[in-house]
C-alpha cells in the first residue's frame, strides 16, 4: 500500500471513530437501548481489575463521615456511583434497592457516592430532577425516596471519583473480601428494566459469594457523563446566555386569560400571577425561574402574569430584568383585577402569589395561593410531563414516587 494511501485509510477509521464518539447524546449521557457506554476520561483511567479499594473518608446524608475501613466485615463490597440528576441514576434507584435488600443478609454491602459538584451542572441538565447534586439535597433525594443504604457526597474535592475513574452515573465496583476489584462496569445491559437480557452486576455478585471467578469482570458503564470540575462544562456560558435573553411583557385582558387557562400549547404549563408589592411572589420568583430554565427543554412551559395595574409597568418590568425573567411575562391590562380573576376562573388574595399548574387537557394538576413548596411544585410537573426518546421510564417514576409520598 502506498504512503499516501495508508494515510487515506488511517484518516477514514480515525474520523469514523469520531463521529461515533462525539454524539450530542453521550454528551447528556443518553444511553438508548444497551448502548455502548461511556468511554473513561483519559486523564482518570478506570481503575484496573485486580487493584485494592481506593480509601476514603466521604461526608454522608447522615451527617457522618464514612470510611473504607467500616466495611472491612462484608465479604463483598459494592460501590455505586449515582446521582440525584441524572435520569438513568434515577430509573436504577429501584434496581440498587432489589440488589440491596437482597443480599444485605447474603455478606454484601452496598455503598453509593455521588462524584459530582454541582457547580458544574448546567440547568439544562437538571431536566429530570427536582434537586441538584448538593449534599445538602442529596438529604432531601435521600429522605423523599427512602434510601436505606449509605449515599456519599465527593463533590467537594472528587479526589475519590479520580481514583476509581468513574465515567457515568451509575457505574458499580464490585471487590471481594480482600478489597480487590473483581467487576466493574454497567449494573445490567438496559436502562428499561422491562429490557434487560444480562444481570452483570448480579451475575458478579454470585460468582464472588460462591467462591467462583466472575465470568466477565469489566463492562461499559452508561449514564450521565460525571461532572469533572477539571472540565468545561457549559456552566458560564450557559447564565451569559440567559442574562442576554430579551425580557418583555404583554398586556392580558380577560379573553387573553381565558386562552391562557385552556392550555392549547399541548404542554404541562406553570402559570404564576405575582406583584411587585408582595414578598412571597418576590422571594419565590427565583425558583421558579429556575425551574423554568431546568425545563423548558421539555414539554413545558411558564408564564408569569403580574397582578399590578397598568401604571405599575416601569415598576414590573424592572423587576423582570433584575430576575432576568425571559419567560413569557403578562400584566393584567386593567385595574378592574377582580374581573380579570374571574376570566382566570379563580379568587384569591392580590397580596399573596398565587400558583397554578395546568396538563394540556386544561386540567388543574396543582394550584397554590401563597408561598409554595418548590420541590412539591417541580415533583408534579415532572410526574405529568410525557417521556422523551432517551429516558423512557421518566415519568412513571416520578408517578410512583410522589404516589408512593402522598401515601406516607
Not at 100 to 109: A, H, I, S
Not at 222 to 229: E, I
Request: glycine share 8%; proline share 5%.
Amino acid at each position: 500500500m502506498s504512503t499516501s494511501r495508508h494515510w487515506r485509510t488511517l484518516l477514514i477509521v480515525v474520523t469514523a471513530i469520531l463521529t461515533v464518539a462525539w454524539q450530542p447524546g453521550r454528551l447528556q449521557g443518553q444511553a438508548p437501548g444497551s448502548g455502548r457506554g461511556i468511554q473513561p476520561n483519559l486523564e482518570h483511567p478506570i481503575l484496573a481489575i485486580g487493584s485494592p479499594a481506593p480509601d476514603f473518608a466521604l461526608p454522608g446524608v447522615d451527617g457522618k463521615i464514612h470510611k473504607l475501613s467500616e466495611y472491612s466485615g462484608s465479604k463483598v463490597l459494592a460501590v455505586v456511583f449515582e446521582c440525584n440528576h441524572c435520569p438513568v441514576s434515577q430509573l436504577y434507584e429501584g434496581r440498587i434497592e432489589k440488589l440491596y435488600k437482597e443480599y444485605q443478609g447474603k455478606g454484601v454491602t452496598f455503598v453509593a457516592i455521588n462524584p459530582n459538584n454541582p457547580k458544574s451542572i448546567r440547568l439544562n441538565e437538571l431536566g429530570y430532577t427536582d434537586v441538584n447534586d448538593s449534599l445538602a439535597e442529596m438529604k432531601i433525594r435521600k429522605a423523599f425516596r427512602n434510601i436505606e443504604w449509605p449515599y456519599l457526597y465527593d463533590g467537594e474535592t472528587q479526589g475519590v471519583s479520580i481514583k476509581f475513574g468513574v465515567v457515568a452515573t451509575p457505574h458499580i465496583y464490585l471487590f471481594d473480601q480482600q478489597r480487590k476489584l473483581q467487576y466493574q462496569g454497567r449494573i445490567d445491559d438496559n436502562q428499561r428494566e422491562d429490557l434487560v437480557k444480562s444481570q452483570d452486576a448480579r451475575n458478579a455478585i454470585e460468582a464472588m459469594l460462591a467462591g467462583r471467578p466472575v465470568p466477565v469482570t469489566e463492562t461499559h458503564a452508561f449514564g450521565c457523563t460525571t461532572k469533572w470540575m477539571s472540565k468545561a462544562t457549559g456552566v458560564e456560558q450557559e447564565w451569559a446566555k440567559i442574562q442576554s435573553e430579551p425580557v418583555t411583557v404583554d398586556m392580558v385582558g380577560a379573553e387573553d386569560l381565558k386562552k391562557l387557562r385552556a392550555n392549547a400549547t399541548g404542554k404541562v404549563l406553570l402559570v404564576s400571577f405575582w406583584s411587585t408589592g408582595c414578598s412571597d411572589c418576590v422571594s419565590q420568583f427565583v425558583d421558579l425561574e429556575t425551574t423554568y430554565r431546568m425545563y423548558r427543554l421539555r414539554s413545558f412551559d411558564f408564564v408569569t402574569v403580574a397582578t399590578n395595574p397598568p401604571g405599575d409597568a416601569p415598576a414590573v418590568m424592572d423587576f423582570l430584568r433584575k430576575q432576568y425573567a425571559s419567560s413569557p411575562n403578562k400584566q393584567f391590562a386593567s385595574a378592574d383585577a377582580s374581573s380579570l380573576q374571574a376570566a382566570w376562573g379563580a379568587k384569591w388574595n392580590l397580596g399573596a402569589p398565587f400558583t397554578m399548574v395546568i396538563a394540556a387537557d386544561g386540567k388543574v394538576l396543582y394550584q397554590k395561593e401563597g408561598k409554595l413548596d418548590i420541590l412539591e411544585l417541580r415533583r408534579v410537573i415532572l410526574a405529568n410531563m410525557p417521556d422523551t426518546k432517551s429516558y423512557i421510564g421518566q415519568q412513571a417514576y416520578w408517578q410512583a414516587a410522589v404516589a408512593d409520598k402522598t401515601k406516607k
